[in-house]
């Protein structure tokens, strides 16, 4: 354990379904570009397209067009190639044939009480048709984790589910397949700053998300930021300036606690406001001029390296063949391990 600061390896992705949003930005992606600038840590950064194809099979083009589009956000956010392995799933062919081992260590009834992939069931409203890739994506998730060697998953709170599967098939496969050796590396999961790991969407529902329809997109135009920041849900109930106002689940100083924490500015405007007397477009406006000074850098950022798409194409080129080469050295441990090496 001793020294364990000093040499984690990172893995981390998202689904490439559309553009990210503040969400990942809170969640996870602030996070990643701290850890890439740690000294000793080596940093996967994974675009999860066929975990995308696993709800999406019947519209590839989408997923397909937003890996770009991923890519650009990741370094736009300041991640940095150089310093961070940003690569595609579905090149690196080793994370299937792992997966593939990984199925006969889960059994279905565990699967079924994923708690995110339950959520997420009833949320595509898939009713009885569940595909069956959707259904044990978090065993694929589990290869993508292990093919690394991940020590650390910096994710948001939904993931905890999918690092609790991963683990319980490390220990499994370590335990049967490893006498007495550990083959697989035991990840932990790292979450946002307490209260940060997790930003409802505008509407006030718990989750920020593409399909909800309530997300503020890093690539989102300030025009954008300000109709959305407006539109936002705050207390019904504030009807009049003078009426006393309600600063819980007011999505407004919700945003604000995350954005501005500690702004001693943000403290008087939410006493203020729930004296009453302080009308919610002043405290949206100066929650604009907060997200403009987050995002605005982002924007410009993005719209420069969008003029390039070979230059990122070529970036996740070379990433893909890196991470390649990692995955398969850990693909001949495991076959070795079972046995299934049987030409050396
Ligand atoms: N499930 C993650 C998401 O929906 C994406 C993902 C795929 C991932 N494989 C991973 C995250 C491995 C962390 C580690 O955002």
Known sequence: ??????????????????????GHYVGSLKNRVLLQDKPGHTSYIMIADQQALTDNADNPKKVVENVIEVALDYMA?????????????????????LTVYYLNLVTVNRLKRNPTVKAEIQQKAFGQSIPTGFFVYPISQAADITAFKASLVPVGDDQRPMLEQTREIVHSFNQIYGKGKDILTMPDILLAKEGQGRIPGIDGNAKMSKSLGNAIYLKDSMDVVKKKVMSMYTDPNHIRVEDPGQIEGNMVFTYLDIFAEGD???AEMKEHYQRGGLGDVKVKRYLIDILDSVLTPIREKRLALAK????????????????????????QEVRQAIGVNYFG
């Open 77 to 97: 956010c300041g991640l940095d190639p150089k310093k961070s392995t940003i690569f595609i799933q579905s090149q690196i062919p080793a994370l299937p044939e």
């Open 308 to 331: 390039d798409p070979a230059a990122v194409l070529e970036m996740l080129k070379v990433g893909s063949e890196r991470a390649r080469k990692t995955a398969d050295a850990t693909l």
């Open 1 to 22: 354990m001793e020294n364990k600061e000093a040499k984690e390896i990172i893995l981390t992705g998202d689904r490439p379904t559309g553009p990210l949003h503040l």
């Open 264 to 266: 001693p500015l943000v």
